[in-house]
Each structure stands twice: as structure tokens, then as C-alpha cells.
């Protein structure tokens, strides 16, 4: 364990040295697993798949398989249709993040103090919450912090989860407000949230959400599409177009408003593999 260990410090963290060398590498290495998760919750993708062997030491995962983004908003959506248990469910990714993190502490006991093991996974808690408060803000258009943003912020996911709302077109949606304005389902909350933005006056506020909230993610029918189209006519349009909007998500990309619908009838229930 001691030379894998010192073999990762060298090549991949070499900034980690001294006595703690072990616990600061692990810390490291939750620091970054935190930061992750938090980013997936915020863009709302699962990834569906979340053993031990397919989360990487540099803070990354591998195995993207049965992935895929919410559509109508629900933080129970699980997108592997053979965990029939939901235990990768999206809602359930910053704990499993945590469970993974402890056992791989459980494998690096001989090298690190259990006090110090203890006080390193405490930290994940809190890494995760800062970095997702941080990129929800974003994505809301809200440059300082106030005590009642978690809750507005709830109030909006409350009202797309009752309401079967798409995620990711509602909250590229808040960028818009005249618009936003018209539609019943956010009366009352659209007044909090104007109240919320007047208090800062941020003449940059929508370009900044639109930099936090992408136009174009890979919906499962999209990909199915291109699939299919690639396979069976050997045509490769659609995935030349698929590299091209995915590459730049948060541009406008006129004229390829289509691929950012939310998914027909046909493909609202696709189910996803891990052979997929």
C-alpha cells in the first residue's frame, strides 16, 4: 500500500509532502471528490453507476455507462434501469461519494491515523455544501450571499418537482423573467426572487447565468437519435452536431433550437445500461 501510495504522491500529487504526507493526499483526495459531486448536482447529472472502482484517485470517475441529466425535474430519478434498489439514485451521489471516500480510507489505515482519517472525511460535508451553494448561486444570478438563498432556491426546485418541469431549460429560463413572468406555477415565487435581485442591482446578472446554466445537454434521446442514425443509415450528422453544441453548451447556437427540447413521448421512459 505504501509504495502505491507513494507512486500517486509523486506522479499525481506531488505538492503533498512533508510528516502528513498520507493525510494530505487524502484530504486532497476528498477535497476534489466533494467538489465534483457538487458540480453534478448543481448541472443535474447522474451518473448512475457509483462503485468503489469507478471513482478515480485524481477526483474524477470513470465508467459512464448508464449516465444521463434530469429531464423533468426529480431528485429520485435513477437512470441505470437495473439498480432497482435506487442506490445510485441522484439525490443519493453526495453520499455515496462519502461511502467511497471511507473505504478507501479503510484501505489506507496502515498509513494514516484514524483520528486524522476522521477529521479528513468530516471535511467532505462541508466542501460539498460551499461548492454547491456556490455554482446555485451562480446559476440563479446571485453574486453575495444572503441567509434566505437556500430557501428560495428550494422553493424553485419544489415548484419544477411538483410540476414535472425540465431542469435545465427552467433554470436557463431565469435569465428571463418577462417571460418567466407569465407562467402561473412561479406567481408567487417570481416576486421573492426580484425582491432577492434588487437587493444586489448585477448588471452582469444574466450573462453570468447564462454561464452557469448550459442551453444543451446530452438528453438520452438525442444521443438514441444519433445512435440510430449512425448505425443504421450511416449517417454522422447528428453526432457532428451533438460535439459541436456540447462542446459550447451555454452558446445560443441559433438555429439548433430542436436539440435543446425536452425529450417526445417516445423517449420520456428511455432506460439506460451499463453495456449501453
Known amino acids: 500500500m505504501k509504495q502505491l501510495a507513494d507512486f500517486v504522491i509523486e506522479h499525481y500529487y506531488p505538492q ?70 435506487g442506490r445510485y439514485a441522484f439525490d443519493q451521489q453526495p453520499g455515496i461519494g462519502l461511502w467511497n471516500l471511507t473505504r478507501l480510507a479503510d484501505a ?33 444570478g446571485l453574486s453575495t450571499k444572503e441567509k434566505g438563498d437556500h430557501q428560495l432556491i428550494n422553493q424553485f426546485l ?28 412561479f406567481e408567487h415565487w417570481i416576486k421573492l426572487y426580484r425582491d432577492r435581485i434588487a437587493n444586489e442591482n448585477n448588471q452582469t446578472r444574466v450573462a453570468t447565468m447564462n454561464q452557469a446554466n448550459p ?14 442514425e449512425a448505425e443504421d443509415n450511416k449517417n454522422y450528422d447528428k453526432i457532428s452536431i451533438l460535439f459541436t453544441l456540447l462542446s459550447q453548451p451555454f452558446d445560443e447556437h441559433i438555429g439548433f433550437e430542436d436539440y435543446a427540447l425536452e425529450a417526445p413521448d417516445w423517449a420520456k421512459d428511455l432506460s439506460v445500461s451499463c453495456s449501453s
Not at 110 to 137: H, W
Not at 162 to 183: E, P, Q, V
Not at 219 to 224: F, T, V
Open 108 to 140: 489506507l489505515s496502515s498509513l494514516i491515523n484514524p483520528k486524522q482519517v476522521k477529521a479528513i472525511l468530516a471535511t467532505y460535508e462541508r466542501q460539498l455544501i460551499d461548492t454547491y451553494s456556490t455554482l446555485m448561486r451562480q446559476k440563479f
Open 215 to 228: 442551453k444543451f445537454i446530452l438528453r438520452n434521446y438525442l444521443a438514441e437519435e444519433a445512435i440510430r
Open 16 to 85: 503533498c509532502q512533508g510528516n502528513n504526507v498520507y493525510a494530505d493526499w487524502l484530504g486532497q483526495v476528498v477535497k476534489r471528490t466533494a467538489v465534483m459531486v457538487a458540480s453534478w448536482q448543481a448541472q443535474g447529472f447522474a451518473h448512475g453507476v457509483l462503485n468503489t472502482d469507478n471513482m478515480s484517485i485524481l477526483g474524477l470517475t470513470i465508467d459512464y455507462g448508464p449516465f444521463g441529466f434530469l429531464e423533468a425535474y426529480n431528485p429520485s430519478f435513477v437512470c441505470n434501469h437495473s439498480d432497482h434498489q
Open 158 to 185: 419544489a415548484i419544477l418537482q411538483t410540476h414535472k418541469l425540465d431542469y435545465t431549460n427552467s433554470c436557463r429560463g431565469l435569465s428571463n423573467l418577462d417571460k418567466l413572468a407569465k407562467d402561473k406555477r
